[in-house]
């Protein structure tokens, strides 16, 4: 047994399978684009490496995509029928990536916890958890998952900069933004390259409507995350919440057309960015073409096999906006018995749930607003406002939601609880000119 340079235990593997593995982890650190293409090749070089072969599967399983799991499923399978004796670690690497391919996204975290409170240097296990509790809404997990793991660390440490800007991203998420910003700018400056921390500080900006301050950031840094990077498409779409904020909305759909508007090699993630920035102009009133029809072609493919609420809901954002209420519809009947089925089966998906609280609300919501039916939107939208964070996504992520369900209620004539939802938002963001416009539209309604 030994230790690569990352603090992940390995045991019987090559040195050039380790080397391999290393290349990987630095790579997922950093979110450079050839993290696939690397974590493959530590597999190719030793089939039994068992940290690879769970590394393999936590690449799927995270990007949101189902079309990458089935073949990935398949091949940890047949690497678990041979895998000889395993370190502590590597057994909770494997068992994690086993319940990720189970659906079962919070006893993966749980694993991976387990492994972070006896190797707290294990970095692999750091950045899968912290994704992890992203895609849950775990906003206290993603700060002290980081945070309990940092006094095993020091600034000599080659990947410390990384922690500091996933800790930086958990402080931010907890309402901590001062000293968010102060974490990632600290990371920013030993490493460069580590693009989640521009993103973190990007969120601190965004939180407290310091637009201008977010737009000048990421004008500075463009040169180290406007490249190579998965990333780049989202701190787009950051930039852009940046010009609607300061009210440049001509120029947000400028850059969408350059920066956002899918393409043909398009990640899900990256369209999930150009629907809520779409969908955010559409609540503005702005005229944006025939780009929902353009956007909303690129969904159906991807939609076949339900694996995550909060796609759905992009997903119908881009139906409704195009005028497609069919095809809203029917994906909404598709996961409600999906709901149905899984609930029969006892089904460990944690999107079962996510879907049945949170995904289908929000999805009825939409096609209602879409169809003028603002009163439904609010009845639909309310009762779940305080725990929409159990689908995932950031706070400015699921903000679209928010806003569409003050803009429903505006439009209902609900105005009590039109008041109070923009009083919710004052209280927390005092300075967003957005708050200020809706509660001055209120008083002249």
């Not at 993603?142 to 006094?151: C, H, N, Q, V, Y």
Request: with cysteine; glycine share 8%; net charge negative.
């Amino acid at each position: 047994m030994r230790l690569d340079q990352h603090g992940i235990s390995v045991h019987a593997a090559t040195a050039a399978a380790v080397d391999e593995l290393d290349g990987a982890v630095d790579s997922l650190l950093h979110f450079r684009t050839d993290v696939g293409e690397r974590s493959e090749r530590a597999v190719t070089e030793d089939p039994l490496l068992p940290t690879a072969n769970a590394m393999r599967v936590y690449l799927a399983v995270l990007s949101t995509d189902p079309q990458y799991v089935p073949p990935v499923r398949a091949k940890f399978a047949e690497f678990r029928q041979s895998a000889g004796d395993l370190t502590v670690g590597e057994h909770l690497h494997v068992e994690a990536a086993a319940k990720l391919l189970d659906g079962d996204l919070h006893a993966a975290g749980s694993l991976l916890a387990d492994l972070t409170a006896e190797q707290p240097r294990d970095a692999l296990a750091l950045a899968v958890g912290h994704q992890i509790d992203f895609l849950t809404g775990d906003a206290t997990s993603l700060r002290d998952r980081i945070g309990g793991a940092l006094p095993a660390w020091t600034p000599a440490d080659p990947h410390y900069a990384n922690l500091l800007g996933m800790y930086a991203f958990g402080l931010e998420e907890c309402g901590h933004w001062e000293l968010a910003e102060q974490t990632g700018l600290r990371a920013m400056e030993l490493d460069a390259a580590d693009v989640w921390s521009i993103h973190a500080v990007g969120h601190t900006h965004e939180m407290r409507a310091n637009y201008d301050d977010g737009i000048a950031m990421l004008d500075r840094r463009r040169s180290d995350w406007d490249r190579g990077n998965l990333l780049r498409v989202h701190i787009w779409w950051h930039y852009c919440l940046f010009l609607l904020e300061a009210g440049r909305h001509r120029e947000a759909l400028g850059v969408y057309d350059e920066r956002l508007a899918p393409t043909e090699e398009s990640t899900i993630t990256e369209v999930v960015n150009a629907a809520s920035l779409m969908w955010r102009l559409h609540l503005l009133g702005e005229d944006v073409g025939d780009r929902w029809a353009k956007l909303a072609a690129t969904w159906p493919p991807r939609m076949t096999i339900p694996f995550n609420a909060f796609n759905d809901m992009h997903a119908v954002m881009s139906y409704v906006g195009a005028g497609e209420d069919n095809l809203a519809a029917d994906l909404i009947a598709d996961r409600r018995r999906y709901v149905g089925e899984a609930g029969s089966s006892a089904s460990p998906a944690t999107n079962v749930a996510m879907t049945a609280r949170v995904g289908l609300p929000i999805c009825e919501a939409l096609l209602a607003f879409g169809r003028g039916r603002y009163t439904e939107a609010v009845d639909l939208l309310w009762p779940i406002r305080r725990h929409v964070h159990e689908f995932g996504g950031s706070h400015a992520q699921r903000d679209v939601m928010q806003r569409t369900l003050v803009e429903a209620a505006i439009r209902a004539g609900r105005t009590a609880q039109a008041r109070t939802l923009i009083g919710e938002r004052i209280s927390v963001r005092p300075d967003s000119p957005y708050n200020q416009l809706k509660m001055r539209q209120l008083a002249d309604s």
